[in-house]
Protein backbone atom coordinates (compact mmCIF):
# COMPACT_ATOMS: atom_id res chain seq x y z
CA UNK A 1 0.00 0.00 0.00
CA UNK A 2 1.49 3.70 -1.02
CA UNK A 3 1.68 5.88 1.46
CA UNK A 4 0.52 9.84 0.95
CA UNK A 5 -2.32 8.80 -1.87
CA UNK A 6 -4.77 11.84 -1.52
CA UNK A 7 -8.46 10.73 -1.90
CA UNK A 8 -11.27 12.58 -3.12
CA UNK A 9 -13.90 12.76 -0.40
CA UNK A 10 -16.52 10.91 -2.59
CA UNK A 11 -13.95 8.22 -3.05
CA UNK A 12 -14.03 7.98 1.23
CA UNK A 13 -17.93 8.31 1.47
CA UNK A 14 -17.96 5.17 -1.27
CA UNK A 15 -15.68 3.15 1.12
CA UNK A 16 -17.21 4.06 4.35
CA UNK A 17 -20.68 2.99 2.80
CA UNK A 18 -19.36 -0.12 1.66
CA UNK A 19 -18.17 -0.81 5.13
CA UNK A 20 -21.71 0.28 6.63
CA UNK A 21 -23.24 -2.31 4.51
CA UNK A 22 -21.23 -4.89 5.94
CA UNK A 23 -17.91 -5.24 3.58
CA UNK A 24 -15.24 -6.21 6.45
CA UNK A 25 -12.67 -3.63 6.68
CA UNK A 26 -9.83 -6.13 5.57
CA UNK A 27 -11.89 -6.98 1.87
CA UNK A 28 -12.32 -3.21 1.58
CA UNK A 29 -8.43 -3.08 1.93
CA UNK A 30 -7.68 -5.78 -0.40
CA UNK A 31 -9.86 -4.61 -2.75
CA UNK A 32 -8.81 -0.91 -2.80
CA UNK A 33 -5.44 -1.26 -1.78
CA UNK A 34 -6.02 0.71 1.37
CA UNK A 35 -4.69 0.37 5.25
CA UNK A 36 -7.40 -1.22 7.16
CA UNK A 37 -7.13 1.41 10.16
CA UNK A 38 -7.62 4.36 6.95
CA UNK A 39 -10.78 2.63 6.40
CA UNK A 40 -11.63 2.64 10.42
CA UNK A 41 -10.72 6.22 10.31
CA UNK A 42 -12.91 7.36 7.63
CA UNK A 43 -15.54 5.63 9.30
CA UNK A 44 -14.75 7.46 12.75
CA UNK A 45 -15.01 10.64 10.59
CA UNK A 46 -18.19 9.64 9.12
CA UNK A 47 -19.54 8.79 12.49
CA UNK A 48 -18.82 11.97 14.46
CA UNK A 49 -18.97 14.33 11.97
CA UNK A 50 -21.40 13.11 8.94
CA UNK A 51 -20.27 12.90 5.15
CA UNK A 52 -18.08 16.64 6.05
CA UNK A 53 -15.77 14.75 8.50
CA UNK A 54 -14.33 13.20 5.35
CA UNK A 55 -13.26 16.56 3.64
CA UNK A 56 -10.07 16.68 3.69
CA UNK A 57 -8.68 19.38 6.54
CA UNK A 58 -5.55 21.47 7.01
CA UNK A 59 -3.19 20.33 10.18
CA UNK A 60 -4.32 22.30 13.02
CA UNK A 61 -2.44 24.21 16.13
CA UNK A 62 -4.18 23.44 19.39
CA UNK A 63 -4.13 25.60 22.52
CA UNK A 64 -2.00 24.39 25.40
CA UNK A 65 -4.78 24.30 27.85
CA UNK A 66 -6.66 22.08 25.00
CA UNK A 67 -3.97 19.71 24.85
CA UNK A 68 -3.55 19.35 28.79
CA UNK A 69 -7.67 18.30 29.00
CA UNK A 70 -6.66 15.71 25.96
CA UNK A 71 -3.93 14.01 27.73
CA UNK A 72 -5.41 14.18 30.90
CA UNK A 73 -8.30 12.51 29.68
CA UNK A 74 -6.12 9.69 27.56
CA UNK A 75 -4.18 9.19 30.79
CA UNK A 76 -7.19 9.31 33.59
CA UNK A 77 -9.83 7.76 31.68
CA UNK A 78 -7.95 4.91 30.46
CA UNK A 79 -9.05 5.80 26.44
CA UNK A 80 -7.20 4.66 24.10
CA UNK A 81 -5.81 6.51 21.51
CA UNK A 82 -8.16 6.18 19.24
CA UNK A 83 -10.97 6.91 21.45
CA UNK A 84 -9.42 10.05 22.79
CA UNK A 85 -9.13 11.39 19.04
CA UNK A 86 -12.59 10.56 18.39
CA UNK A 87 -14.15 12.17 21.66
CA UNK A 88 -11.94 15.62 21.16
CA UNK A 89 -13.05 15.73 17.72
CA UNK A 90 -9.10 14.93 16.14
CA UNK A 91 -9.56 11.69 14.03
CA UNK A 92 -7.69 13.47 11.09
CA UNK A 93 -4.74 14.05 13.77
CA UNK A 94 -4.66 9.96 14.86
CA UNK A 95 -3.82 9.32 11.51
CA UNK A 96 -0.43 11.04 11.57
CA UNK A 97 0.46 9.71 14.86
CA UNK A 98 -0.10 6.51 13.87
CA UNK A 99 2.00 7.17 10.56
CA UNK A 100 4.92 8.84 12.22
Same mark, same amino acid.
Given at each position: ??? #???? &???????? /?????? $? &? %???????? *??? %?? !???? &? *? /?? @????? $??? $????? !? @??????? +???? /?????? #???????????? +? #??????????? #?
Amino acid at each position: MRK #NRIH &TADFRLKI /VKEKLR $G &T %SARALSSK *WKL %ST !SLIR &T *W /VD @HHQSS $GAL $GLLPK !S @HRCYAIE +FKRI /VVEAYT #NKGLSLRDCCRQ +F #NMVEDYISIKM #N
